[in-house]
């Protein structure tokens, strides 16, 4: 099969290859996805995961991407709940070969079935930052109606569904960003805008939950914004500053079938808008991994034409 392999890790995106890898095969609970488009995040090339397995060892040639729409292909022993032919989405796991490439084995738990009303580009863009944003806000947040949302990057990838979810949950939202994000971060919800170049973060007042994607300063300074028992989210490492009185939290997000088909239901009904900014051939994306230039939203490879 074709797939996208590095080996690198200091060379990073710009170590990536198009190349020939054997097709995976299935291991207990697996099923084998024909993968229809990818979604990348860029900074995979600093996680660990990209390099080692889960016993430290190397396991380059890796292959990146880790959310994938497609159809099942094959079932590995003992698995339930899919079958061959179906359309699914999802999460494909950090430490196994990833989804830029025309077939992945994954643990059939980390897909979900993706309705055929839901072209398989828009199906591979949400699993990280859907799942993300959710997570963030409804299980680490515990975020109640009423509350105030301060989101950073409220522009981006996770920050837009972040910005939805938290609205549609009844949450007054403050996005954040750079001065070229306040539209796209007010057409996607936000209440209101604060240019973190230039205004002042501090006039925001109390909030009752910080999710944040940038860290550093701005991590430090929206601590001390967050409301007694409210509680700042990070997905950007360990936290660097808490809340005088509330809660400080760091995750990874983690594969959900339940909450994808929230999230993929809200795509349907027009509740939830995706924010994809790029898409490319799997024959093109080594280059267009690598362009240079803002990114504006999410890139998303079509492995399938
Ligand atoms: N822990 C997890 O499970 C998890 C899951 C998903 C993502 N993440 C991490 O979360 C981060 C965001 O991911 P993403 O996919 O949403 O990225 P993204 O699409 O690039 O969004 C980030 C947004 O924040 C803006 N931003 C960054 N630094 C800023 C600053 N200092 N001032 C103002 N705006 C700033 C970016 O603008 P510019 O592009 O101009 O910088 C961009 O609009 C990444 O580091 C990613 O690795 C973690």
Redesign the pocket.
Known sequence: MKAIVVTDQAAGTAGMTLTERPEPPTAINDVIVQIHASGF????M??PSTWTDRAGRDKTPSIPGHELAGVVTALGYGTTGLSVGQRVFGLADWHRDGTLAEYVAIEARNLAPLPGDVDFTVGASLP??G??AW?GLFQHGRLQAGQTVLA?????????MVTQLAREAGAYVIG???A??REKALDFGAHEFV???NDALKDVGGVHLVFD??????QRNSAALTKTGGTLV????PVEARPADGLAI?????ADRTQLGEIVQRVRDGRLRT?I?TTASLDNAVATLNSTG??E??TVIRVRP
Not at 234 to 237: D, E, N, P, Q, Y
Request: zero cysteines; a negative charge.
């Open positions: 995040v860029p900074t995979e600093e996680w990280i930052s799942l993300t997570q950073h990057g409220a522009a981006g990838a996770v920050g837009t954040t960003g750079r070229a994000d240019d973190l170049e994607v940038i860290g550093g300063d701005v990070s997905v950007v490492g760091d995750f990874v997000v983690e924010n900014g803002r990114r939203g999410k």
